[in-house]
């Protein structure tokens, strides 16, 4: 069975500082980690994937397979960044479902 | 059309009524999932299709909850007798299959009220 845990419900920063959303898994083969954004008023959409190793708006997530955790960092929060954050893991395979994590909400204070 | 069009975008209902969700996902995506989004509680995975293999609804929460997904393309989620705890935003999205890493597309929702 697969699992995505993301153990925090809401990190308050204010901008400028340092931001670490945590996600662990729970998968035994090779799964695609993503992490998905949800601004207000908006849909959920794609934020990054593990594949790809690329920033996007300032964020990086590295898959540790080692420690199982796919965890989200950007060195300054800004305003903007505040939104619902989303881990997924998807299976490979004949059934590649996709499972979220409970998601975290991230405030950026001024 | 261009993205994943759920309808209606919100639906108030009476407990006890049946109610009828439904999504056009992405043309061409085999993949199709349901998930319900309510505060406290994330992200619940419902069902999921995939092609023509036997849907996954292992997420299901009663057997008052359904979905079927017609000729491959627009599914529909129906909630019967509806109680006030069904109430949330139901969310669909769609996804392409192969390999790689394919993203998953969300529809912007149908929040149900259930007075």
């Known amino acids: 069975a697969q699992r995505v845990t993301q153990p925090e419900k809401l990190l308050s920063v204010f901008k400028g500082a340092p931001v670490e959303l945590k996600c662990n898994y729970s998968y035994s083969g090779s799964p695609e980690l993503f992490w998905y954004v949800q601004y207000s008023r908006q849909r959920l959409q794609l934020l990054l994937r593990?594949?790809s190793r690329e920033s996007i708006k300032g964020f990086t997530a590295d898959l540790n397979k080692g420690e199982t955790s796919f965890h989200l960092k950007k060195p300054f929060a800004q305003e903007e960044d505040s939104a619902m954050y989303y881990c997924a893991l998807r299976s490979t395979g004949a059934n590649s479902k996709l499972t979220f994590g409970k998601g975290i909400t991230l405030s950026v204070r001024p | 059309g261009a993205g994943v069009s759920q309808s209606p975008s919100n639906k108030v209902t009476e407990k006890g009524k049946d109610v009828e969700l439904r999504c056009d996902p992405i043309?061409?995506?085999?993949?199709l999932y349901w998930y319900r989004q309510s505060l406290g509680q994330g992200l619940e995975f419902l069902i999921y299709?995939?092609?023509?293999?036997?849907?996954?609804k292992s997420g299901l929460p009663s057997d008052r909850f359904s979905a079927e997904r017609t000729g491959g393309s627009v599914s529909t989620l129906t909630i019967q007798r509806t109680q006030q705890e069904d109430s949330a935003v139901y969310l669909c999205a769609s996804s392409s299959y192969g390999q790689g890493s394919t993203e998953a597309f969300f529809g912007q929702g149908t929040r149900l009220t259930v007075v």
């Open positions: 593990h594949i």
């Open positions: 299709f995939q092609g023509n293999s036997a849907p996954d």
């Open positions: 043309s061409g995506h085999t993949a």
